[in-house]
């Protein structure tokens, strides 16, 4: 039950108020959440609310004592509360059911803005569109949907026109909100009732237990959208395409196959930062061939953001061309906010704990960074993992759907940046347990990580031809970029020497002490559209000193998309992303700042973490590198790195200048090339 409280309206009118937070509560633990006391009120105000405007009897006021009668309001027959709708990521506070009519409330406590109204009616508009019984009950018994806003203290403005529907296909869904306070809920309730076009009942079990799937208009606006839409960060370029394309295809073909011999299959995809795995993965999510079936499922929540607001600006562009399909242009909003209902954040697919939903859309899981799963006893959403994720995955597919289920596993190479990582081989023990088949490449199989005579599962793998992309799709001179970074983090400066000097006639590996110099590079350099942002990790925090903090997270869409002049854009060189945040997106032009978090000490790297007022050694030191790797290679056109002098005069110990001459020097010896006061520009 998807519900935290549900009840005939007359049983719900008997019960304590107590009682029903305590079942609220009761729900809100076992779905791993921490309910504080102010959210605790906010319920108490709300159940009450509803009580004292529903039930003639409750003890209320003397004005809404004296306006309310059960006859108003006796069509009303269940009331939901926190009704989760999932894989949406939506939690409505209440649903009411009633004859002819779904009223869905959102209590607010002092004030009413715009984003609340545009909130409520998403998720009217969301249960047209993706909850069937909803979408039956419109069609075939001419069922209204109505937005409320209450405000649980002072006093709410009355709707000017909410007798307007939307236009078609949400005109079973009132336009504005009725909004309200405690003193007028009943009667914009009983507003509400008369915008009703039929009087039919509604069975609340069979609305309760209804399933999730995309209407088909909303298929069609997402594909349309994404179609035309050039995802700002992900960019082809020439050659690699082709690959991409026909990978993509192999993919498709094996995923058809699966699905109709009923079978349950994982198939891999690898490849290099830049290669496309993602673009591979967001072509089949989309593809209208598994428009019902696919859910793209990723653990880079930063890519979701960026992608979301990347559609909305090129709609409200004036040169968009963008055409949603069977939408007037006023709905294009609500349109594309949720025309990422296919992508789904890792936490938010994972939470389901294998609980069978009823949806359509799920039984192709497309896992982007499937190598970064986690093992069993690692908390996710405040819940201990009772078996490592990967197997949850698969145990999950296979009690909502049987035979016929597949995962399209998207694994980076050494991309591992979180502890409790298990990487690719987690599929492989999760396949062998569930008797599950493998699709993979014999590229994907040289992971260095992979002993292939220690998993008997692979012997009997379908061999997939294209199944890794080993090339970047990153701008031409700069795609030897991930071969420089695997030598300078693999203690090679010699190898990495002599790949930056083939780079010798581009922008691409520069290296400063300045700051300053640093950001004078950058601006001199990018010209026009071009992006470029300061990015560092996110253990580096004694870069403070220098006025970076890594702990400050920008919002990252408005950090990626913003243009330059506004104070959010990352092109104002102002504010830092890390490893985390920035993962799967790149700029043209990346500022990388070093510091004691990953130093040399003999002839190797070693990972450090500050832990009080000094720094203490980090034993996890692959995780440590992995993340400088990230950011290493998101660069399209160029990077100057920049490593503090740190603090000559001794007062700082967390900052003393032969650290960060050492990993200046070694930088260099692999082929950085310093840039000197009056070289702030390159002549390439």
Known sequence: MNAWYENARVTFLDDPLDAVVGRLSTAAGKESLHIDLQQQEEWKASVGLLQQHLDEKAEMVRLLKETLTSSDLGDFDHVILEYDFRRRGLRMDCVLLGKGIIAVLEFKRTALMAADRDQVSDYAINLVEFHEETRRVCDSEQCVVVPMLALTSGAAKRSSNGREFHRSPWNSVVREPLKCDRHSLHEALRAALTLRRGRQAIDPMRWLQSAFSPSSTIIDAAISLYGQHDVSSIKAHAAPIDLINRCTEEVASSIQSTLSKKQNRVIFVSGAPGAGKTLVGLKLAFDPRFQREAVFVTGNAPLVDVLSESLKRSYRSKKS??????????QAMPVIRMSTFKIVKAHAFLGERGKSTGSADGRIVIFDEAQRTYEEGRPVLRKKLERDEALLILNSLERSYGPGAVVVALVGHNQAINRGELGITAWFKAAKECGWQISIADETLEHSEIDSSKWPILESREKLRTGHLPHSLRF?????????????????????????????????????????????????????????????SGQARRLAAEGLFVDLKPGIAHWILAPSGDI???????????????????????????????????????????????????????????????????ARKGMILFVPKGDATGEDPTRPPELYDRIADYLVSCGARALSGQQQTSHA
Request: with cysteine; aromatic share 8%.
């Open 321 to 330: 061309k963008l055409v949603i399909s069977g939408y007037a242009r006023e």
């Open 568 to 634: 959010r854009s990352s092109n104002m060189l102002e504010t830092v992303q890390n490893q985390y945040q920035i993962q799967g997106l790149e700029v043209d032009y990346a500022l990388v700042c070093w510091d004691g978090d990953l130093r040399r000490v003999g002839n190797s790297w070693k990972g450090f973490r500050i832990n009080g007022a000094s720094w203490q050694k980090d034993g996890a030191i692959e995780i440590a590198k992995n993340g400088y790797r990230v950011l290493l290679t998101r």
């Open 476 to 536: 031409y001179r700069n795609r030897d970029i991930e071969k420089w970074t695997h030598h300078v983090l693999s203690d090679q400066p010699a190898e990495a020497s002599a790949i930056a000097r083939r780079l010798q006639n581009s922008d691409t590996i520069w290296l400063t002490r300045n700051l300053d110099g640093a950001k004078a590079w950058v601006r001199e350099n990018r010209v026009g559209d071009e992006t470029a942002g300061i990015i560092a």
